[in-house]
């Protein structure tokens, strides 16, 4: 069973500071990882894809990547209460199905 | 900005009764996939479209559920008789290449009385 692991939470984090979210996975086959974002009650909304090891940053964000340790993070720096959501970190494999972590809730106080 | 659009966006139904989810994804996206998230849990992969083909389903995607592109625009999922446990937000996403990254429409909310 491919899995994909993610700490529920809440994860507070005062506003300003650098928020550090984490994901293990199952499946040493994974090729494509990616962090969306979903307020509650709307769809996820993508943030970060990475597809190699390494660090990857766009703005605010940056993911990190550990395909040895089947690892992957998503760092966001001088949070904003707007940031207050739910991580998702999604996985494909071999046959791109994306394989869904349960998510990080995330609350970024003021 | 180019975006996913789903219809209904929200929806009740009896249970035993059909209906259709629809979707019309990004244009120049070739792949297209729906996902279902039950209240508080996972989101979950039912089923990815490619070349007017189911390319990968889940377990979930048994026989009572099925999907189609009627035309050039639309993307539909079809559930022929609804369960309780078929109430679900239900996403469709759609992307640009096999593996790459996927674009989430706002979702319809299914209840099924």
Known sequence: QKEVEQNSGPL?????AIASLNCTYSDRGSQSFFWYRQYSGKSPELIM??????????????AQL?????????????SQPSDSATYLCAVSGSNYQLIWGAGTKLIIKP | EPEVTQTPSH???Q???????RCVPISNHLYFYWYRQILGQKVEFLVSF???EI??????????FSVERPDGSNFTLKIRSTKLEDSAMYFCASSEAEGSEQ?????TRLTVT
């Open chain 1, 12 to 16: 507070s984090v005062p506003e300003g």
């Open chain 2, 103 to 107: 674009y989430f429409g706002p979702g």
């Open chain 2, 15 to 21: 249970m035993g009764q059909e209906v259709i989810l």
């Open chain 1, 66 to 78: 550990n395909k040895a340790s089947q690892y992957v993070s998503l760092l966001i720096r001088d």
């Open chain 2, 55 to 64: 390319s990968e389903k889940s377990e979930i995607f048994d026989d009572q």
């Open chain 1, 49 to 62: 894809s990475i597809y190699s090891n390494g660090d990857k940053e766009d703005g605010r964000f940056t």
């Open chain 2, 50 to 52: 490619y070349n007017n």
């Open chain 2, 11 to 13: 929806q009740v139904t």
